[in-house]
C-alpha cells in the first residue's frame, strides 16, 4: 500500500480572527474612521438624536420611521410588553441561586415552546415574534431584579417609553430624564455590532433553518461570558475588589503579573478605542456630576485612574463594556442585571442578522484541521 503523504499544513484562523464569513448590510465599523454605522448612520448621531425604538426600527427595517411608524412601532410594542400567568409562574420558580442570564435564555426558550408559530420563519412571523421579544424581556429582567430583592413584580405601563419603563417596572418609579437618556443612550449603543459572537452564534442556529427563539436563546448563552457581554459585570466586580483610587496601577501591575484579563478593556475589531466608548463615557460623566456624592466620586475616580493606567502601561483602550458598568451601577441597578439589560437592546441586532442569515441562508459548517491520533485498530476490549 502506498503511504499518502501528508497534506501541507492548512491556513488557521483561530477565533475566526480576521475572516470574513459574509456580507451585511445592517451595520459596520469602519477601522479607518474608527467609527461604527448602523445601515450608514454614524451611530453617534442616532445616539444624539434618536430613541431606542427609532433605532431598533431603523436596524429591522433599514430606514428611520416617520411619525405614523414610529407611532405604531411603538403602539404595538407596549401592548406585547406583559407576560402571561404560566410564564410569570415558571419564572418565579427558578433558584434565586442561578444568574439571571439564565432566567432570560430559560425565558426565551418558553416563549418558544409556548408559540405556535414557532417554526413558522417567515419574515412577517420573525418579525412578529422579534417584536413580543423586545417588548418582554425588560419585563423579564424587572421581575427577576425585583423578585432578588424580595420584592413582587410591577406591571408595565403602556403610557410610558421602553427606557422609562423599564425604570417603573424596576423600581416603582420613572428615573429623572438624565438617567432615561443615559440609559436609552446605552441601549443604543449596544443594539448592533456586526459579526460579534452572540450575533453570529445566532446565524449559526438560523442557518440550520432552526427557529428563531432556538437562535436567540443560543446567543443568550454567547453574551453571557466575561469576554463578552457578560464583562460588564465583570467591570463593577472588578472595581469594588480595587476599592480605592490610589490602588489601581498596584492592582493592575499584580493583575497583568498574574496574566489576568482586565475586564472591559480589549477588543476583537478595535484596537485603538472602541468607538461607542466617548459617547457612553460622557453619558457616565454626566450621572457622576449629577450625583454629588463622595462615594460616587471615589468610583468615577478609580475608573478613570484604573483606565489611565491600563492605556499607558499596555495601550489596550476600553470598550462599552467599561462606561456602562460603572453607568448602570450608577442607576441604581443590580450587578447581574447588567448583561440581561445588554440582552433587551442586542434583541434588536440578533434578529436584525437572523432575518440577513435566512433571506441568503447557507449552512455554517467551518472545517478543523485534524491534530489527533493517525488511524488506528479497535483493540480487542473482550
Ligand atoms: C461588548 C463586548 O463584548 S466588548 C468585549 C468585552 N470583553 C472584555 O472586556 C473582556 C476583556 N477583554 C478580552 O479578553 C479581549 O480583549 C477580547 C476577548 C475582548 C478580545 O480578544 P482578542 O481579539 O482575542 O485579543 P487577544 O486576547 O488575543 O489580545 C491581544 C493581546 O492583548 C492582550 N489583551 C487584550 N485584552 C486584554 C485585557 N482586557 N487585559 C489584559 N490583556 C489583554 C492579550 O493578552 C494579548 O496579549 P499577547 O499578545 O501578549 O498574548
Ligand atoms: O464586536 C464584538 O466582538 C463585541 C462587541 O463589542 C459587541 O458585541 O458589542
Same mark, same amino acid.
Given at each position: 500500500?502506498?503511504?499518502?503523504?501528508?497534506?501541507?499544513?492548512?491556513?488557521?484562523?483561530r477565533g475566526l480572527?480576521?475572516?470574513?464569513v459574509?456580507?451585511t448590510?445592517?451595520s459596520?465599523? !469602519? $477601522?479607518?474612521t474608527n #467609527? =461604527?454605522? @448602523?445601515r450608514?448612520?454614524?451611530?453617534?448621531?442616532?445616539?444624539?438624536r434618536?430613541?431606542?425604538?427609532?433605532?431598533?426600527?431603523?436596524l429591522?427595517y433599514?430606514e428611520?420611521?416617520d411619525?405614523?411608524?414610529?407611532?405604531?412601532f411603538?403602539a404595538?410594542?407596549?401592548?406585547?410588553?406583559?407576560?402571561?400567568r404560566?410564564?410569570?409562574?415558571l419564572?418565579?420558580r427558578?433558584?434565586?441561586?442561578?444568574h439571571?442570564?439564565?432566567v432570560?435564555r430559560?425565558?426565551?426558550s418558553f416563549f418558544g415552546?409556548?408559540?405556535?408559530?414557532?417554526?413558522?420563519d417567515?419574515?412577517a412571523?420573525?418579525r412578529?415574534?422579534?417584536l413580543?421579544l423586545l417588548?418582554?424581556?425588560p419585563?423579564?429582567v424587572a421581575?427577576?431584579l425585583?423578585?432578588?430583592r424580595?420584592?413582587?413584580p !410591577? $406591571?408595565?405601563?403602556? #403610557? =410610558?417609553? @421602553?427606557?422609562e419603563?423599564?425604570?417603573?417596572m424596576c423600581f416603582?418609579?420613572?428615573?429623572?430624564p438624565?438617567?432615561?437618556r443615559?440609559?436609552?443612550?446605552?441601549?443604543?449603543?449596544?443594539?448592533?455590532?456586526?459579526f460579534?459572537a452572540s450575533?453570529?452564534t445566532a446565524?449559526?442556529v438560523?442557518s440550520?433553518l432552526?427557529?428563531l427563539?432556538s437562535?436567540?436563546?443560543a446567543a443568550i448563552?454567547?453574551?453571557?461570558?466575561p469576554?463578552?457581554?457578560?464583562?460588564?459585570?465583570?467591570?463593577?466586580h472588578?472595581?469594588n475588589?480595587?476599592?480605592?483610587p490610589?490602588?489601581?496601577?498596584a492592582?493592575?501591575?499584580?493583575?497583568?503579573?498574574?496574566q489576568?484579563?482586565?475586564?472591559?478593556?480589549?477588543?476583537?475589531?478595535?484596537k485603538?478605542?472602541?468607538s461607542?466608548?466617548?459617547i457612553m463615557?460622557?453619558?457616565?460623566?454626566?450621572?457622576v456630576a449629577?450625583?454629588a456624592?463622595?462615594e460616587?466620586?471615589?468610583l468615577?475616580?478609580?475608573?478613570a485612574?484604573?483606565?489611565?493606567?491600563?492605556?499607558?502601561?499596555k495601550?489596550?483602550?476600553?470598550?462599552?463594556?467599561?462606561p456602562?458598568?460603572l453607568?448602570?451601577?450608577?442607576?441604581?441597578l443590580?450587578?447581574?442585571?447588567?448583561?440581561?439589560?445588554f440582552?433587551?437592546?442586542?434583541?434588536?441586532?440578533?434578529?436584525?442578522?437572523?432575518t440577513e442569515q435566512?433571506?441568503?441562508n447557507?449552512?455554517?459548517r467551518?472545517?478543523g484541521a485534524y491534530?489527533?491520533?493517525?488511524?488506528?485498530s479497535?483493540?480487542?476490549?473482550?
Amino acid at each position: 500500500m502506498t503511504a499518502t503523504a501528508p497534506s501541507a499544513t492548512p491556513d488557521i484562523h483561530r477565533g475566526l480572527n480576521g475572516v470574513v464569513v459574509d456580507t451585511t448590510e445592517i451595520s459596520t465599523v !469602519i $477601522q479607518e474612521t474608527n #467609527s =461604527l454605522t @448602523y445601515r450608514g448612520y454614524p451611530v453617534q448621531d442616532l445616539a444624539a438624536r434618536c430613541s431606542f425604538e427609532e433605532v431598533a426600527h431603523l436596524l429591522w427595517y433599514g430606514e428611520l420611521p416617520d411619525a405614523a411608524q414610529l407611532g405604531e412601532f411603538r403602539a404595538r410594542e407596549r401592548a406585547l410588553r406583559p407576560l402571561d400567568r404560566t410564564t410569570a409562574d415558571l419564572l418565579a420558580r427558578l433558584p434565586e441561586t442561578c444568574h439571571p442570564m439564565d432566567v432570560l435564555r430559560t425565558a426565551v426558550s418558553f416563549f418558544g415552546a409556548e408559540d405556535p408559530a414557532e417554526d413558522d420563519d417567515t419574515p412577517a412571523a420573525n418579525r412578529t415574534k422579534s417584536l413580543a421579544l423586545l417588548a418582554k424581556l425588560p419585563t423579564v429582567v424587572a421581575a427577576d431584579l425585583r423578585r432578588r430583592r424580595g420584592l413582587a413584580p !410591577i $406591571q408595565p405601563d403602556t #403610557s =410610558l417609553g @421602553y427606557a422609562e419603563n423599564f425604570f417603573h417596572m424596576c423600581f416603582g418609579r420613572i428615573a429623572e430624564p438624565e438617567v432615561v437618556r443615559c440609559f436609552e443612550i446605552s441601549l443604543i449603543l449596544y443594539a448592533e455590532h456586526s459579526f460579534n459572537a452572540s450575533t453570529f452564534t445566532a446565524r449559526v442556529v438560523t442557518s440550520t433553518l432552526s427557529d428563531l427563539y432556538s437562535a436567540v436563546t443560543a446567543a443568550i448563552g454567547a453574551l453571557k461570558g466575561p469576554l463578552h457581554g457578560g464583562a460588564n459585570e465583570a467591570v463593577m466586580h472588578m472595581l469594588n475588589e480595587i476599592g480605592d483610587p490610589s490602588r489601581a496601577e498596584a492592582w493592575l501591575d499584580e493583575a497583568l503579573t498574574s496574566q489576568r484579563k482586565i475586564m472591559g478593556f480589549g477588543h476583537r475589531v478595535y484596537k485603538h478605542g472602541d468607538s461607542r466608548v466617548p459617547i457612553m463615557q460622557e453619558a457616565t460623566d454626566r450621572l457622576v456630576a449629577r450625583a454629588a456624592d463622595p462615594e460616587v466620586t471615589r468610583l468615577a475616580t478609580l475608573h478613570a485612574a484604573l483606565r489611565h493606567a491600563m492605556i499607558t502601561r499596555k495601550g489596550i483602550h476600553p470598550n462599552l463594556d467599561y462606561p456602562a458598568g460603572l453607568a448602570y451601577h450608577l442607576m441604581g441597578l443590580d450587578i447581574p442585571a447588567f448583561t440581561p439589560i445588554f440582552v433587551m437592546s442586542r434583541i434588536v441586532g440578533w434578529t436584525a442578522h437572523i432575518t440577513e442569515q435566512l433571506a441568503h441562508n447557507a449552512l455554517i459548517r467551518p472545517l478543523g484541521a485534524y491534530t489527533g491520533p493517525g488511524q488506528r485498530s479497535v483493540p480487542n476490549l473482550g
